[in-house]
């Protein structure tokens, strides 16, 4: 009968062990899920500051372009300027590409963290 005891113990330690080790990782996955999420606020407060880059960018290359047009006593300087501009824009194109390829990875891996979160409580060993 003390065997029998035994069994039981050890296998009720085990019990609560595993369920300790589940709140542990429970825990690591809520603070994983709360930095994907500030990532992703962070991607997005940083597509929006480049989408206002880009626009003001553009209006830059429109009025680098307005005294082009106007003043072709400068021309080589306007075009240098106009020039930067728009690499300055292709920049911003491609970082845009790839923040929201970032915002994309970041999605995804929420999702999948998503996954793991522990739905029902009611199956939980106390």
């Given at each position: 009968?003390?065997?029998?005891?035994n069994?039981?113990?050890?296998?009720?330690?085990l019990?609560?062990?595993?369920?300790?080790?589940?709140?542990?990782?429970?825990?690591?996955?809520?603070?994983?899920?709360?930095?994907?999420?500030?990532?992703?606020?962070?991607?997005?407060?940083?597509?929006q500051?480049?989408?206002?880059?880009?626009?003001?960018?553009?209006?830059v290359?429109?009025?680098?372009?307005?005294?082009?047009a106007?003043?072709?006593?400068?021309?080589?300087?306007?075009?240098?300027?106009?020039?930067?501009?728009l690499?300055?824009q292709?920049?911003?194109?491609?970082?845009?590409?790839?923040?929201?390829?970032?915002?994309?990875?970041?999605?995804?891996?929420?999702?999948?963290?998503?996954?793991?979160?522990?739905?029902?409580?009611?199956?939980?060993?106390?």
């Amino acid at each position: 009968m003390d065997k029998m005891t035994n069994v039981m113990e050890d296998g009720l330690d085990l019990a609560k062990q595993q369920v300790s080790a589940m709140d542990a990782t429970t825990v690591s996955f809520q603070v994983i899920d709360e930095k994907v999420k500030y990532i992703v606020n962070q991607l997005q407060q940083l597509t929006q500051d480049m989408n206002i880059s880009q626009e003001k960018s553009g209006r830059v290359l429109q009025s680098v372009e307005n005294i082009s047009a106007v003043t072709q006593q400068s021309a080589a300087g306007s075009e240098e300027i106009s020039a930067s501009t728009l690499e300055q824009q292709q920049a911003f194109d491609s970082s845009r590409i790839k923040v929201k390829h970032l915002m994309q990875i970041a999605n995804e891996l929420h999702s999948q963290l998503e996954r793991f979160k522990l739905h029902d409580e009611s199956t939980r060993l106390n």
